[in-house]
């Protein structure tokens, strides 16, 4: 039933990686920032697991808890983003029809 | 009860500042298309009490800094120096809003709305040595500026601007919060203070111990939260969405961009390498990992600064252009990180203050100018000079303090960086900045050169006198800083800055 | 008088501000108040040097000094010894003989005129200022007035000739800055180590407990003890393999060098040149150039002379390079103005020929030859303005005849060739001689050699200053020149004074050369390494 710390942070490492893929190689806008979300998640694994490898140890820095509420912080964070980053999206569908990266192209040089 | 009201005090200029944007949203839903001038002078009053504030609390400060909010927040002479900065700055952007022809179709309320709420992210991220604060105050900072970025709803490009930059402000805010929560997890703390030194039953490991215990781990850690901070401030290879976002977001808010929010992103970069690294400060254990890390932003300044230079020579737009050499100039920022020491702290956030002056002028200029031609390339300059004397000197002023001459405060601020930097055995990066400068001037002065050196083309002399006068304010204060004429405030306020960071950072342990 | 130095400095800084205010089309008043902000320097300046200054004394007079930035330990300090009274007088005297001379320009006067006035700022400074953070702002200050003097006022492709001038020298200063910040750090943490080397080399300096380590005083009297080394820095007086010293020496004398220019920093000179306006011209020669060679003499050789002990042959060697190549790119040139840059790139190298030999002839002759070099090379370009002004054009081969119908310009300009050529009895002879005699004494070998060879100049300075002038004024008459007028009183009041020094100092060198003796012979004492 006790998961390993180690097993923890390496599914987190996946996550987080696989955040990373996602961002570099799609180009659906939405899927790009589902990819952020992914990030934020493997943050907050982090901070729950290693929250409760130091209370097992006993040392607490200050509050046992810090862990656990920075991820509902990371958690609203995520949210917040999310709503903005879909309204800029729908922004931008409304001038260009399109959610890809690619219609991205008035700004260069 | 009483303590409780007592510590609220200390975060008074920020509790005036979440009552300003409330007050000016609602105000702005009652008016509702009426004149808009009025919420402006409202913003300014809100600002200006803030600024008193700042400045009491500045007086009562000592050397020491002060915690409140079971030491989530940190009221330090640091923080303070840039929330003063970050006022003004706001006071200047109000100004230009309200002065700004393009401004006046949208719904202004929000627009001051969001500038405010992004200034207390601001205050927020400069003001607490605990790294979940650090990360709240960065992400409303940022909200707020995807939304003002956006603000032109009907523009592909300020649309397009906004979306690149939460697409890769996301991505950066992901890879800072994994970092965080690696540092989280490697030394039981988020308090920067106990991460640098964690004394005897603090309840936490130090992270120099944990580094010499396995230092990939705390490498890839460390790295990770710069990457977040190095978006923030565009530095290399983190900055390639700044020059399009600054192209296309509205003109005032790419002047809060550039100025505001890179000088907070710095604040809370050298608070972070400050209480981690510094090596000066705190214990000899991190000298070792101090210097690495000194060396590893030593790198980065020079690749930047010179990216920066290089990318700005072959631009066309104006704004463009003060994109890249706004990059250029976080790179000589870096170098005072570099130095890792107070004397390099203390000249970084001195050349940040030069930076506020003079990129608040050059913006302001471009405001001036997208006025009269609403156009921003360097071509549609010509006979600028002779047709807005005093609007193009002023901005032949701020281009001669960017480039880093002197009687300026631009030269009076590299110098100091110079200092800091060669007394820290970077003679290298000093030259390498040094040549910089010279490829600088030859963009910057492709802009004089289309203002003066070319003739006049016609077009409607069109004059903006509030504008031009506080542009001309700005090159006076730039040229008498340069001279040292606020040498004791500003010089003494930037050395007493990580003065109160050096000893926070040695006291937190104890605490 | 107290406080002479700042007055002289600080005149035209007035005289600018006041024509900010007046209003663009009263041009008359303009014109005014330039003259008074340049003549009134130039009759304090001529009080300073027969009347206040002590000709006998080789230190610092009139000093002014006081604390400016005290966080960087930069001072407000001036003065003036023999070194530099005679190149300031000569900036008050060309400067406000540019006045006049403009009078022909007639697009946006008040700019031009509080630019002008600016620029005479600058110069002024760089040669009171005797602490080098002041001296490197006015070195900069100058830049930008100048810059915008040959851009908007200047010819055709006047655009890429400021930006070059600018660039090269900019490249130049920064160079010296970050030199000067390591000086500077080197200085403070000697002064403040108060070990009894350092306190026994300051002694009798006024910088003794003053904690000025900006002075470049007293960076002399450190340098001049071999204490300015760079140990205290972190990287401990050796970078990259090469000595701390060796790397101020050459950042510091590069600066130097592209104002001068020495070959091979020359190429932005002849651009500027035949860009700029007349009078901006006759500035850039006469004055701007000695900035370079005063620089060497001021701010760099005694600051680290080991550097320049250990260099000097190949300065001796770039300039007879200058001095060849300058005469023999000139004999090529069919543009006039352009062959007068070049002569005085080779002119300028005897400068630097005479202060590498190290010898009291050797530096007084480099000092005299700045100061004649500053009248000749002035009188030249007001000829070439003279005629480009009537004729549109300065294609030496495009004229012909001239003497016949301009007898009294072609008297002016003889005089002025001859002048530049070192004819003896002229002042040039001596000063060129001086440098050459002084040369050849060296001690140091191989100096012999770099004379003959320079003596090479001499002769092709000759022959393409005789042709330009038989091209232009003998021979038969250009018919299209037949009506041509001859020069106005205006143009001969301007020459007139630069022609009488050229003459009076060929006669009377020693009105020169008795200023600066004591202060030559305390340079060369301080230079020399034992």
């Not at chain 2, 979940?132 to 995807?146: I, N, V």
């Not at chain 2, 640098?196 to 705390?218: C, K, M, N, Y």
């Amino acid at each position: 039933m006790n998961v390993p710390t180690e097993h923890l942070l390496a599914l987190a490492a996946i996550l987080f990686s696989l955040g990373v893929l996602g961002f570099l190689t799609r180009k659906n806008l939405i899927i790009v920032l589902a990819s952020i979300e992914l990030m934020l998640n493997a943050a907050n694994l982090t901070f729950v697991a290693g929250s409760r490898a130091w209370a097992a140890e006993g040392v607490t820095g200050g509050s046992p808890l810090q862990g656990p509420i920075f991820s509902l912080f990371v958690i609203l964070v995520a949210a917040a983003e999310a709503a903005v980053g879909l309204a800029l999206i729908i922004a931008l569908y409304r001038l260009k029809q399109s959610v890809a990266l690619d219609s991205a192209g008035e700004l260069k040089g | 009860m009483n303590a409780y009201i007592e510590q609220m005090g200390l975060i008074a200029p920020e509790l005036v500042l979440t009552a300003l944007s409330l007050f000016v949203l609602t105000w702005d839903l009652l008016k509702k298309g009426r004149n808009s001038d009025h919420i402006g002078y409202a913003t300014l009053v809100g600002l200006a009490v803030t600024g008193w504030l700042l400045l009491q609390q500045w007086g009562m400060l000592g050397d020491k800094g002060t915690q409140t909010a079971f030491g989530m927040v940190t009221i330090d002479r640091f923080g303070t120096f840039f929330k003063l900065f970050t006022v003004g700055s706001m006071a200047v952007v109000t100004l230009f809003v309200m002065l700004d022809k393009n401004e006046r179709k949208h719904g202004i309320g929000e627009y001051y709305f969001l500038l405010i709420g992004a200034s207390i992210g601001a205050f927020f991220m400069v003001s607490t040595n605990n790294l979940l604060l650090l990360m709240l105050g960065l992400e409303l900072l940022s909200l707020a500026s995807y939304s003002l970025a956006g603000f032109h709803k009907g523009s592909k490009r300020s649309a397009e601007a906004a979306l690149k930059y939460i697409v890769f402000g996301g991505l950066s805010a992901g890879v800072m919060l994994y970092g965080i929560s690696l540092l989280y997890g490697l030394t039981g703390t988020l308090d920067l203070g106990l991460m640098g030194h964690a004394p005897e039953g603090s309840g936490a490991v130090s992270l120099a111990t944990q580094f010499d215990a396995s230092p990939i781990p705390v490498a890839i850690a460390v790295v990770l939260v710069l990457a977040g901070f190095a978006y923030k401030v565009s530095v290399v290879p983190f900055h390639f969405w700044t020059p399009d976002v600054y192209e296309g977001a509205p003109t005032p808010v790419t002047t809060f961009l550039a100025v505001g929010s890179k000088a907070a992103g710095f604040a809370a970069l050298l608070r972070f390498v400050g209480a981690l690294f510094l090596t000066d400060g705190v214990d000899a254990s991190i000298v070792a990992y101090g210097d690495r890390i000194g060396f590893l932003l030593a790198i980065l300044a020079a690749i930047t600064m010179t990216l920066g230079n290089l990318s700005a020579l072959r631009q066309g737009s104006l704004k463009r252009m003060l994109a890249y050499s706004s990059i250029a100039h976080a790179g000589y920022v870096l170098m005072g990180a570099a130095s890792m020491t107070s004397e390099g702290f203390a000249a970084a956030m001195f050349y940040l203050a030069a930076y506020y002056c003079m990129n608040l002028g050059a913006f302001g200029f471009l405001i001036y100018f997208e006025g009269v031609t609403g156009k921003d390339d360097i071509d549609s300059l010509k006979g600028m000079g002779w047709r807005h004397p005093v609007v193009a000197w002023s901005m032949v002023v701020f281009l001669v303090a960017l480039t880093g001459l002197p009687p300026t405060v631009g030269f009076y601020g590299k110098l100091i960086l110079f200092y800091a930097a060669i007394d820290a055995g970077l003679a290298w990066l000093v030259i390498i900045a040094a040549i910089n400068s010279v490829i600088s001037l030859f963009y910057y002065f492709r802009v004089a050169k289309s203002m003066f050196l070319t003739e006049p083309v016609p077009q409607v002399p069109m004059r903006q006198h509030g504008l031009a006068g506080i542009l001309c304010v700005l090159a006076v204060v730039t040229v008498l800083a340069g001279l040292g004429a606020f040498k004791d405030p500003l010089r003494g306020w930037a050395d007493e800055g990580p003065a109160s960071l050096e000893i926070y950072a040695t006291d937190a342990g104890s605490r | 008088m107290d406080h002479i130095l700042s007055w002289i400095t600080f005149l035209p800084l007035i005289g600018m501000i006041a024509i900010l205010f007046v209003p663009k089309a009263n041009t008359s008043l303009i014109k005014t108040i330039a003259l008074a902000a340049t003549g009134l320097p130039l009759v304090l300046a001529t009080w300073l040097y027969f009347g206040l200054f002590d000709k006998m004394s080789a230190d610092l007079q009139m000093v002014d000094r006081f604390t400016w930035i005290a966080g960087l330990n930069a001072e407000y300090y001036v003065g003036i010894d023999g070194l530099s009274i005679a190149l300031v007088w000569l900036t008050a005297l060309l400067l406000f003989i540019g006045v006049p001379a403009s009078f022909g320009i007639n697009k946006a006067q008040k700019s031009y005129y509080a630019l002008l006035l600016l620029l005479e700022v600058g110069i002024f400074g760089v040669f009171v200022a005797q602490d080098y953070f002041l001296f490197y702002v006015f070195w900069e200050v100058m830049l930008l007035p100048m810059y915008f003097l040959i851009g908007i006022w200047g010819g055709p492709r006047r655009e890429y000739a400021a930006i070059k001038f600018f660039l090269y020298t900019l490249a130049g200063s920064v160079l010296m800055l970050v030199a000067l910040v390591a000086l500077r750090l080197d200085m403070g943490a000697l002064i403040d180590s108060g070990t009894a080397e350092v306190v026994s080399a300051l002694s009798g300096t006024e910088d003794l407990g003053r904690n000025a380590y900006f002075s470049i005083p007293a960076m002399t009297a450190l340098g001049g003890a071999g204490l300015l080394t760079g140990s205290t820095l972190p990287f401990g007086g050796d970078f990259l393999g090469m000595q701390f010293t060796t790397w101020v020496f050459w950042f510091l004398f590069i600066g130097f060098a592209i104002k001068v220019p020495v070959f091979p920093f020359h190429t932005w000179l002849p651009d500027a040149h035949v860009q700029a306006p007349t009078p901006i011209s006759v500035i850039l020669a006469g004055i701007l150039l000695k900035l370079g060679g005063y620089g060497m003499i001021r701010a760099c050789f005694p600051i680290v002379p080991q550097g320049f002990d250990d260099y000097s042959y190949a300065l001796g060697v770039l300039g007879v390079i200058s001095i060849v190549y300058g005469a023999y790119v000139a004999l090529g040139q069919t543009d006039f103005k352009r062959m007068v840059a070049y002569s005085s790139v080779s002119h300028m190298g005897y400068v630097l020929l005479g202060m590498a030999a190290l010898t009291e002839w050797g530096m007084s002759g480099a000092a005299l030859q700045m100061f004649n070099h500053g009248t000749s090379a002035a009188v030249l370009f007001l000829v070439v303005g003279v005629i480009y002004d009537r004729a549109h054009h300065r294609d030496l081969n495009g004229f012909g005849g001239l003497a016949q119908v301009m007898p009294r310009y072609w008297a002016l300009t003889t005089l002025g060739f001859f002048a530049a050529l070192g004819l003896p009895g002229l002042a040039g002879f001596v000063s060129e001689a001086m440098t050459l005699v002084g040369a050849y004494q060296s001690p140091r070998p191989g100096f012999k050699l770099l004379v003959i060879i320079s003596v090479l100049g001499i002769v092709i300075t000759a022959a393409f200053l005789l042709w330009a002038m038989q091209r232009v004024f003998l021979g038969n008459l250009n018919p299209k020149y037949k009506d041509i007028k001859d020069i106005n009183a205006r143009e001969v009041l301007c020459q007139a004074p630069l022609l009488f020094l050229c003459i009076f100092l060929g006669i009377l060198p020693h009105y020169l050369l008795d200023w600066m003796r004591p202060s030559v012979a305390l340079l060369i004492q301080n230079l020399t390494v034992n």
